[in-house]
């Protein structure tokens, strides 16, 4: 199984609803992310996991809130957002060495397209 | 700062051959990926060079100059699937260091 796989698909919300995003890999990767992406820009790296723990916190506001409950699942909590934060939300993975080394392919699921009204 | 230049637009004709070039200035290097994107779809990964040189896998070949800054994806015998945005990222450091740092995008256009 070489997939990531995120839901929902979409995802329209209000600015006081709570809503969770969710991603699952079963290749074994150790590293996580999620990316925020812009139409027509590149992703943003927003956070990164390695070996369940946080990482990496582009200092993403607090209206995100990230969780690796696992080594296969990932989720990005939404709470409060703003209209501005409508986007694709990406995840992706990729192997991580013991000693911290990284591997440089990622594997990202297909997004979940967020719109924030 | 750093950043990574690449053209914002390619067009080209099917079966033709196109070259997408990087520069990059980045406080670090370990290496330089590339990704391609179909609208509305996902980043693929589709190469990755550590040392100079060029790496083929099938049509798309990867080249880097560590010394020049540079690199270039090269796709031959375009075909119309071709058609979407292609990304140069650079890993800024080895080892403990997972943010890959993004150039804008190419979008590349093949006509028939």
């Not at chain 1, 600015?15 to 999620?34: D, F, I, P, V």
């Not at chain 1, 694709?88 to 990284?102: I, Q």
């Not at chain 2, 099917?14 to 590339?34: K, M, R």
């Not at chain 2, 550590?50 to 100059?65: K, N, V």
Request: glycine letters at 8%; proline letters at 5%; hydrophobic letters at 35%.
């Amino acid at each position: 199984d070489t997939e990531v796989t995120q839901t929902p698909k979409h995802l329209v919300m209000g600015m006081t609803n709570k809503k969770s995003l969710k991603c699952e890999q079963h290749m074994g990767h150790r590293a996580m992310y999620w990316y925020k992406q812009k139409a027509k820009k590149p992703p943003e790296l927003m956070f990164v996991y390695s070996y369940e723990k946080l990482s990496i916190n582009e200092s993403v506001p607090s209206r995100f809130s990230p969780e690796c409950p696992n080594s296969s699942l990932l989720n990005l909590h939404l709470h409060a957002l703003q209209p501005e934060d409508s986007a694709l939300y990406l995840c992706a993975s990729s192997l991580e060495g013991l000693a911290g080394v990284t591997y440089n392919e990622q594997f990202f699921g297909p997004g979940t397209r967020l719109t924030v009204l | 700062g750093q950043s990574l230049e690449q053209p914002s637009e390619v067009t080209a004709v099917e079966g033709a051959i196109v070259q997408i070039n990087c520069t990059y200035q980045t406080s670090g290097f370990y290496g330089l990926s590339w990704y391609q994107q179909h609208d509305g779809g996902a980043p693929t990964f589709l190469s990755y060079n550590a040392l100079d040189g060029l790496e083929e896998t099938g049509r798309f070949s990867s080249f880097l100059s560590r010394s020049d800054s540079y690199g270039y994806l090269l796709l031959q015998e375009l075909q119309m699937k071709d058609s979407a945005s292609y990304f140069c990222a650079v890993s800024p450091n080895a080892g403990n260091n997972r943010k890959l740092i993004w150039g804008l995008g190419t979008s590349l256009a093949v006509n028939p």
